[in-house]
């Protein structure tokens, strides 16, 4: 059996290329060619756009693919949804498809641009937006660029933002939300049906799943007299229940769990107060929930 996995191009890259290395699977690619190899034999990946990802997965010259819930949407073809990853370019958050227009233009609401002009990548979204809202615009296909072109070009945009410093940056001003999308693992529907193919890639999608649950989280380790455990176990922030042992000395227990990162620096010592020793806190590559 063996995979051949869609990785977006452009923009989603290099995030999507670090996930896969912190999941386990290294993939090797070249400037001058699409296709990348991987650390496993069996999975082979190929570089395509975000916005053709869906096509190709369809199509079935994909087994699986990730891409945005916005270009699954746009393209409108049957594939297979089986996790959403949510992070993007800079975060670890989803992104906004918003509607947005000169900052110092008499449009306030989504009403105001009946009539109008809208410039975007996503034109299909926007026009299933505003006929929802049964406001009569002309929505145009762009390029690229697409910040750059109210107010001569066009009235207003529809764009995608993760922070809105570009939007800023060319005076635009944003009056609603589109969409929001995230990253999200597509698979052809007869992969899906086939037993070896789907369990390859129920396999994958847990490991990514686990990358990034590990991230920005430790692990920490510490032992505590039994006498003390309540007390410990009151500081702890942990995702369940913390793992309890009991050591060779039964008057004495070991404690590991897991915390927010950010969470250490207040955590440990009044895990010290609360009279812990042997505290140790260590990096995570992955947690499997």
């Not at 693919?65 to 959403?84: I, M, Q, R």
């Not at 764009?159 to 060319?170: D, F, I, M, P, Y």
């Not at 042992?245 to 107060?273: G, H, M, Q």
Request: with cysteine; hydrophobic share 45%; proline share 4%.
């Amino acid at each position: 059996m063996s995979l051949r996995i869609g990785i977006p191009k452009g923009s989603l890259q290099e995030a999507t290329l670090q996930l896969f290395a912190r999941a386990g699977l290294r993939i090797y690619t070249n400037g001058r060619s699409y296709m990348a190899s991987t650390s496993d034999p069996a999975i082979e990946c190929i570089l395509i756009r975000a916005q053709e990802m869906a096509r190709y997965v369809e199509h079935g010259a994909l087994d699986a693919g990730l891409t945005g819930l916005d270009w699954v949407l746009e393209s409108g073809l049957d594939v297979v949804t089986v996790s959403d990853l949510i992070y993007a370019k800079q975060s670890r958050g989803k992104v906004r498809w918003v509607l947005a227009v000169p900052e110092n233009a008499s449009f306030h609401v989504p009403e105001d641009l009946h009539g109008r002009i809208i410039a975007t990548e996503l034109v299909s979204v926007t026009r299933q937006y505003f006929c929802a809202r049964n406001i009569d615009v002309h929505v145009e296909f762009s390029w690229g660029a697409t910040e750059v072109k109210p107010p001569m070009l066009a009235d207003a945009i529809v764009e995608v933002t993760e922070t809105g410093s570009s939007l800023k940056a060319n005076r635009l001003r944003i009056i609603d939300t589109v969409l929001e999308s995230n990253t999200q693992v597509i698979v052809n529907s007869a992969a899906w049906a086939d037993p070896e193919r789907r369990r390859g890639i129920e396999n994958l999608t847990l490991m990514l799943q686990g990358a990034m649950a590990a991230q920005n989280r430790v692990g920490l380790m510490l032992n505590v007299r039994s006498e003390d455990l309540q007390n410990v176990l009151a500081v702890l922030p942990a995702l369940k229940k913390p793992t309890i042992s009991t050591l060779s000395d039964r008057d004495w227990v070991a404690v590991n769990t897991v915390i927010e990162e950010s969470e250490a620096w207040l955590v440990i010592p009044r895990l010290k107060e609360a009279r812990a020793q042997g505290i140790v806190e260590y990096p995570l590559n992955k947690v499997v929930m």
